[in-house]
């Protein structure tokens, strides 16, 4: 009964947690039309839409990949009512344009997120730093996708350069010219497991969908004669591969506003330069014994990339923190929601009490 949702990467823990909500529906949201949203359910797909209370109630709402909890499995008596959300894994997130503060979600429960950047005037370290740094945030494990390699001169210079930036982070290189390119891409796509393809417009997003799926699933667009990208996919949209790996496509951003970064994994160098400064709490502003400040004198810190680093710093409002401070942020923001962190520390130490005397 449950084998379509097993195919859109429902797993035990999610049955589990849908075995809470007797009298409705386990679904994924596949994609959104404003207050609409089509789902995903055990008899195939419907649309549904959020309750009335749930709208005032959730501090949350709905994205593409989330799992969710509906009350009925079609479309045949009406839309379909979504009651609960179900926890997220993961969710890559974005401030919206204009609007500070006001976060947008842009794939949750993804396992994987497939960071594009075509090899045109769209190649730009600084962007990719902050693709990165999202992305090791939302709970996924990012891979580098080069698409348009044909455009490119040298290669072997582009993945030393950005090897340099995002250590350890793989890379994946592309080009609609070469079809079998793509296939690596597969590898990282099991059955279940689902992956987001993230990126500005233009750089071909669409095309790899394509390719991946050995059909035209998604419609796609020449670049334009300024070398900038057109808007192909207009709404996310979550589908499931002949390999039985799930994608989520998103339309392209040209901006990437930033709330929550993890910059101990996108700019490790420079985490692990600031452990040898003289102070913990170092900024890399004018303290005496920094070992950032001493790097950039010797040439082993690129200034561009100490710049980029302050840059999400400030937006991200860790301006002026250290590393172990930006960490005690990311948590009291976590634990917003019930308090912040004097209030978590001492539920769990209630709840350890309790449990020690059972």
């Known amino acids: 009964m449950n084998n379509n949702m ?6 035990e823990r999610r049955f589990s947690e849908a075995s809470l909500y007797p009298g409705l529906c386990l679904a994924r949201v596949i994609s959104q039309y404003r207050d609409l949203y089509k789902l995903i359910t055990e008899d195939g797909e419907c649309f549904a839409q959020i309750s009335g209370r749930f709208r005032h109630e959730a501090s949350q709402h709905p994205a593409v990949g989330d799992f969710v909890m509906a009350d009925r499995t079609d479309s045949r008596t009406g839309n379909a009512i979504i009651h609960h959300l179900l926890p997220r894994v993961s969710s890559f997130e974005r401030v919206c344009a204009g609007r500070e503060q006001d976060i947008q979600v842009v794939a949750a429960n993804i396992d994987i997120v497939f960071l594009c950047m075509s090899l045109n005037s769209d190649y730009n370290l600084s962007r990719l730093e902050r693709y990165l740094s999202v992305a090791w945030n939302s709970g996924a494990s990012p891979v580098v996708v080069l698409t348009k390699a044909d455009l490119c001169a040298d290669l072997r210079a582009v993945r030393t350069e950005i090897e340099s930036i995002a250590p350890g ?20 796509l099991r059955p279940g497991m689902t992956a987001s393809l993230i990126g500005s417009s233009g750089v071909g997003k669409s095309t790899l969908v394509n390719c991946l799926a050995g059909e035209e699933l998604l419609s796609t667009s020449q670049t334009r004669g300024d070398d900038k990208g057109r808007h192909t996919t207009t709404r996310r949209e979550l589908l499931v591969l002949p390999q039985g790996g799930i994608i989520i496509d998103t339309p392209g951003m040209r901006e990437l506003g930033v709330d929550s970064v993890d910059l101990s994994r996108s700019f490790s160098d420079i985490d692990d330069l600031a452990s040898s400064c003289r102070f913990r709490d170092c900024t890399h502003a004018a303290e005496p014994g920094c070992a950032v400040r001493e790097a950039l004198k010797n040439g082993s810190l690129d200034r561009r990339r100490l710049e980029s680093y302050q840059k999400l710093k400030r937006e991200a409002r860790y301006d002026g923190l250290s590393a172990r401070q930006i960490e005690q942020e990311k948590l009291s923001a976590m634990f917003k929601e019930v308090g912040g962190m004097k209030k978590a520390r001492k539920y769990l130490h209630e709840t350890d009490k309790r449990n020690r005397r059972r």
């Open 6 to 11: 097993k195919c859109y990467g429902a797993d």
């Open 169 to 188: 982070t793989e890379i994946v290189i592309t080009s609609s010219f070469d079809p079998s390119s793509c296939q690596d891409i597969l590898s990282y």
